[in-house]
C-alpha cells in the first residue's frame, strides 16, 4: 500500500472476537460446558469477561459523585472506532477495507478479551478456550494471509498446556507471537513458574508481547483503588501493567535467564518509558540485592536488541521519547479498530510529523516491527 511511499507495519491492531468463537472453535469434548458457560454472556464482546470472572465490577461510579449510576457501563470501552467499520474486528474483508483506507501493508492482531480465559480457573478448560482462540483467529488471517498476522494466546495455569500451545503456534503460519499479561495470581512476569513458555517462545522464534488490558483478568495493578471508575480504570490500567511487565520482566533478569528472548510491551504509550527508565537505573543502583539476576543497568537493557516498544501516534512528546529509548526499539501501532484509535489517520500523523526524519519514520513505521515480528515477510503487491 506503501502510504507516502512508506511501508506501513500495524505492530499492535486487534480483532474483536465474537464470544461465539468458544463454542464453534472449541474441541468436541468442551462444547457442553462452553455453551454453559456462554449462556451467561450479556451483549458484546466484552460479554466474556462477568461469565467468566464473575466479580466483575461495574465502573458505574462517576468521579465526584457518591453512588454509582445503573446503566453508565464501561462504554465506549469495547466498541469500534466510530468511522471505522463495525465489523472490521472480526470480518478479514472488512479489514483489508480500512486497512486500505489507512495505508497499511500488514496487521498484525491482537485479541480484545480472549486473554482472560485465565480467569478460568480449570487448568483444562482454559486450554480449550484458548486453543478455540487460536482457531478462530487463524482463519481471520487465513483470509488473506500476506496482509494479516496475529499474536496467539496460550493457557497459564499448566504449563504443560501452555508448551503444548505454544508449539501449535509454532506449527501455524499466521502467528508471529505470543500475547500474555505477565502475570497470574500474583506471580509476576519474572516468575520460575513461567520459564518453560519464555524458553518455548524463544526457541520457536515467538517473541513475548506483554499487553494489557481494561479491568479484565489477570487484571493490571490498582484495579480496587481506582473508585469503581472507567475513566480511572482505563487511564491508569494499560500504563501501570506495562510498568510493572518492565520492572519485572527486567529486574528479574529475564534476557539474562533466557538469552534468545525478545520482549515487547504494547499499547501503554511511549512518552513515559525513557523517565522509567532513568527510574529503573536509579532503583537497580539502591537495591541491586533484589534484583540478583540482572547483571547491568535496566537501561540498556530496555534500549538494547531484545525490547521493543509501542506508541501512540498523537503523543506530542514522541519524537524527544523515540531518541531518548532509541529509534530502533520502537514500532507503529494502530489499536484498530477500538474507540480511542486514531482511524483513518494513525500512520498519517507519523508520516506528517516534522519532527522526525524519514529515516526515524521508516524505523517507527515498517523495519522495527519486521525485526520484532521476524515472521513476517513482505510479499511485493500486485500491480
Keep these: 500500500m506503501a502510504l507516502a511511499g512508506f511501508t506501513i507495519i500495524d505492530a499492535d491492531g486487534h480483532v474483536t472476537e465474537p464470544a461465539s468463537l468458544y463454542t464453534t472453535h472449541i474441541d468436541p469434548g468442551f462444547r457442553t460446558r462452553a455453551e454453559q458457560m456462554l449462556e451467561q454472556v450479556i451483549a458484546g464482546n466484552l460479554g466474556i469477561v462477568p461469565a467468566i470472572y464473575p466479580r466483575w465490577r461495574s465502573a458505574e461510579r462517576p468521579l465526584g ?23 472490521g474486528g472480526f470480518d478479514p474483508k472488512e479489514r483489508i477495507r480500512d486497512m486500505d483506507k489507512e495505508g497499511i501493508d500488514v ?12 480467569g478460568v480457573p480449570d487448568a ?42 505454544v508449539n501449535y503456534l509454532a506449527r501455524e503460519p499466521w502467528s508471529v507471537g505470543i500475547m500474555t499479561f505477565g502475570n497470574l495470581d500474583g506471580m509476576l512476569a519474572d516468575h520460575p513458574y513461567f520459564d518453560p513458555l519464555y524458553d518455548a517462545a524463544a526457541a520457536n522464534n515467538l517473541p513475548i508481547c506483554f499487553h494489557g488490558g481494561t479491568d479484565r483478568p489477570p487484571f493490571a495493578p ?22 510493572r511487565a518492565m520492572g519485572a520482566a527486567i529486574g528479574g533478569g529475564l534476557l539474562e535467564r533466557h538469552p534468545r528472548l525478545t520482549l515487547g510491551f504494547f499499547e501503554g504509550g511511549i512518552s513515559w518509558v525513557p523517565w522509567w527508565a532513568e527510574r529503573m537505573d536509579a532503583h537497580y543502583r539502591h537495591f541491586s540485592r533484589h534484583t540478583p539476576h540482572l547483571s547491568c543497568k ?11 516498544y509501542t506508541f501512540d501516534p498523537d ?58 515480528f521476524s515472521r513476517i515477510s513482505l510479499r511485493p503487491q500486485a500491480a
Design 65 to 87: 459523585e457518591r453512588d454509582e449510576v445503573a446503566g453508565l457501563g464501561k462504554l465506549p470501552s469495547g466498541r469500534n472506532h466510530p468511522l471505522a467499520s463495525p465489523a
Design 107 to 118: 496487521a498484525v492482531c491482537f485479541a480484545t478479551v480472549a486473554t482472560s480465559v485465565c
Design 124 to 165: 483444562d478448560f482454559e486450554a480449550a478456550l484458548a486453543r478455540a482462540y487460536n482457531r478462530w483467529i487463524g482463519e481471520y488471517c487465513g483470509a488473506f494471509p500476506d496482509r494479516i498476522k496475529a499474536v496467539g494466546i496460550v493457557p497459564q495455569r499448566s504449563m504443560k498446556a501452555c508448551i503444548a500451545e
Design 222 to 243: 490498582g484495579r480496587e483503588d481506582v473508585g469503581n471508575n472507567m475513566f480511572m480504570m482505563h487511564l491508569t490500567g494499560h500504563v501501570w501493567h506495562q510498568m
Design 298 to 308: 535496566p537501561s540498556d537493557h530496555m534500549r538494547g536488541p531484545r525490547c521493543f
Design 315 to 372: 503523543e506530542d512528546m514522541l519524537a524527544e521519547a523515540v531518541r531518548l529509548i532509541g529509534t530502533s526499539r520502537v514500532m507503529w501501532a494502530s489499536d484498530y479498530p477500538h474507540f480511542d484509535a486514531e482511524f483513518p489517520d494513525a500512520a498519517e500523523l507519523v508520516v506528517a510529523n516534522s519532527a522526525l526524519e524519514t529515516a526515524e519514520k521508516c524505523a517507527l513505521l515498517a523495519d522495527n516491527a519486521l525485526k520484532f
